[in-house]
């Protein structure tokens, strides 16, 4: 149990294109879904908090106009890059919360990520 | 702001070997820590993780870790290696109202035969 997919596993691009993202919580209800990024060799890097039904909360310095998050249903958040560019290359990898979890600080599960290669 | 160290970028170790991996933290207050393992091109899998209680606690894959206050530390070890074992380790602390999650940089184990 507690599947999150990721569609499409690796895109690309051309450079000034849109790029979207999906992140599905395949067997639960996703209250909260994360989105990060991660450079190779370096750390996962929290973009943004994703609450359905709600505007998303990004970290500072992430572009919220860039980088557009939708989450449309309790199953569903996807990132959109927008006008991507070659610095936009990276990994996406997304993660969800369980619905009804009272837990603080309980598991996030996560996708299998996304690699984006920008032209 | 919270922030994780993971000092070793790679470790080499032999298949058989035991393996213990580094991760030092700074948190203003009772942190809660995790343990994610990362496969090439894989997203992460949850091996463990503490919020409170026992200090020395247990992971799937036969992982263990232990939380040390007065030390910051919360390292990973693993009695025996496997070669299936090989991945990179992301040490992490949550904090604040909607769990927040920061990310050690990560450790690439390597098993050689």
Known sequence: ?119 | AQSVTQPDIHITVSEGASLELRCNYSYGATPYLFWYVQSPGQGLQLLLKYFSGDTLVQGIKGFEAEFKRSQSSFNLRKPSVHWSDAAEYFCAVGAGGYQKVTFGIGTKLQVIP
Not at chain 1, 95 to 110: T, V
Request: glycine share 6%.
């Open chain 1, 1 to 119: 149990g507690a599947v999150v997919s990721q569609h499409p596993s690796r895109v690309i691009c051309k450079s000034g294109t849109s790029v979207k993202i999906e992140c599905r919580s395949l067997d639960f209800q996703a209250t909260t879904m994360f989105w990060y990024r991660q450079f190779p060799k370096q750390s996962l890097m929290l973009m943004a908090t994703s609450n359905e039904g709600s505007k998303a909360t990004y970290e500072q310095g992430v572009e919220k106009d860039k980088f557009l998050i939708n989450h449309a249903s309790l199953t569903l958040s996807t990132l959109t890059v927008t006008s991507a560019h070659p610095e936009d290359s990276s990994f996406y990898i997304c993660s969800a919360k369980i619905l009804g979890d009272k837990s603080s600080y309980n598991e996030q599960f996560f996708g299998p990520g996304t690699r984006l290669t920008v032209l």
